[in-house]
């Protein structure tokens, strides 16, 4: 029996081994993955967490554009799209239904789903930047209509307030009491943000790397020649506008039921020019077409922008200690436009950004799995040229003998 439990361990630890140490894209996710797990147990400030929370919610929607761009080539500039419908979809689904989270989430996923194939069969029709132009006039179309809408059916530039959130906390507790248990709440929010990222990813990945994702791949290289293989182009566009609308729609409802919104969904918030760029940054920065690219690419974002944030701020109390005060409170008073405010960059960031972009124009994560992979062919050359080595000296000694 103990000699059985070895021998699942040790073809449990090859298969591991195979599958995960030694595929540098799967290596690093693993480590990232551990980290992101520990990482509430280091007791972090609440906005810290808040702000993991929102990065977690930002991964799965950079992640869902870039399985649309990065392998089917279908460049979509209006994302918000279905972040804003499966937002939209879910408040709604509450404010006039009264029905719960565990109802109006996956209703305002079928929405969005739904709205995928309705964008999706004209967008087929034109390619490129005019597919590019076409994508980003459906958020503000939307955007218009929510704006024009009555008040009491959308709530206009107000949105829908007073939105249930995830793990509620109880009323009538003391300020001590409720400091307590909103801590509580960011961490059992992380933790379903992270769980949600996780499966979101897992499949985002697998599709990519199925035989989907290669057909997928094919038309992305040469639309003409796997027409004319047989490939169903229009069939396997709409599937990755459809996939892709899913795990939008599903960032969308995240983000809806977060404390990241406050409880309000209003259209400026969620179906924003601003908001439709930020996959696309967050893609570019990660690296386009690896799934795994542009989750790395929202957590740089967020603390990139909070570390600038931080450096605005100290130097303009620096500059007003020291007697340039009008510059000092200019920097000040206008952090938000140099550095960012939570998901819209500043000008410093986006000089920050395209330097990056220059230095690593395949993305950063992308550019260090290329980097181990690199290495483990050394390594795998370096060890092939030894052994070879090893059986030269061994078949002299057997000469010389």
Known sequence: MMKMALGYLRRAYSIFTSRVIDVPPRLLSLLFLLLLLVFPVTKP???????MIQAQILAVFAASWDLLVGRSGQLSLGHALFFGVGAYASALLFKHFSLPMWASIPLGIIA???VAFLVGFPCLRVKGPYLALVTLAFPIILLTVFLGLPSDIAGKENGITNLPVFFPIKEGLDWKAQQIALYQQNVAQYYLMLLLLFVSAYILYRIAHSKTGIILVSILDDEVAS????????????MAFAVSGIFGGLAGCLYAHSNMSGGIVAPV??????TSFLPVILTI?????????????AFVLMFLGEILTEIVSNLGELMTSI???SLGQHLRWNVSTWAGSGTTPGLIFMIIVIILVIKWPRGI???MVDKLEDLSEERELEERGKSIWKRKKRNSLVHEG
Request: with cysteine.
């Open 323 to 325: 007697g340039l005060t």
């Open 112 to 114: 969005c789903l739904l």
């Open 45 to 51: 400030e609440s906005y810290i967490l808040g702000l």
């Open 285 to 297: 920065l990660g690296g386009i077409g690896t799934i795994y690219g542009p989750i790395a690419g």
């Open 227 to 238: 027409k004319a293989s047989g490939i169903n182009i229009t069939k396997y566009k709409l």
């Open 365 to 367: 994560a992308r550019s």
């Open 269 to 274: 918030g969620t179906l924003a020019l601003t």
